[in-house]
């Protein structure tokens, strides 16, 4: 049996403006994100991926969503401000930038579009679903 990723990924807000990070080596636009560490406990790991990304530092208000991945793996997805720092791209990041939510769909693939939709819309539930290579998958639970 293979062991499954934890991948941690941020959406790191400030005002109505959230951060996008645009890889060196495929462009493509996407969310913070890194996978948790044997060992590391969540917030840790989740705040050290975005430093390490963006060079910023954030505080964790929320689990936002839990997804599993196609293949093996489940992606933990947390609401962030930025706390203070300034933008300083970190190794394999091509630059990071501020986008206004709104644009976000624009932006992004749709599925890191939805992932910042369900953690900036008003409800303090986790979204619980699945993201298979193209779409996203929800079930909202009650807690």
């Given at each position: ?33 890194g ?6 406990d ?96 929800r ?5």
């Open positions: 049996m293979t062991g499954h990723r934890v991948e941690l990924v941020a959406v790191v807000v400030d005002g109505h403006h959230v951060l996008v990070v645009e890889h060196r080596d495929s462009r493509r636009c996407e969310l913070p994100s996978p948790l560490r044997d060992g590391e969540v917030l840790t790991g989740l705040r050290r991926c975005v430093g390490l990304t963006t060079g910023l530092v954030v505080a964790v208000d929320r689990l936002s969503g839990v997804y599993t991945r196609e293949g093996s793996g489940v992606s933990l997805v947390f609401l962030a401000r930025h706390v203070v720092g300034q933008i300083q791209p970190g190794p394999g990041v091509a630059r990071c930038r501020w986008v206004p939510v709104a644009s976000a769909p624009q932006t992004l693939p749709p599925p890191a579009a939805e992932l910042i939709q369900h953690a900036t819309t008003g409800t303090a539930q986790a979204t619980i679903g699945h993201q298979p290579l193209d779409t996203v998958a079930l909202r639970v009650a807690r």
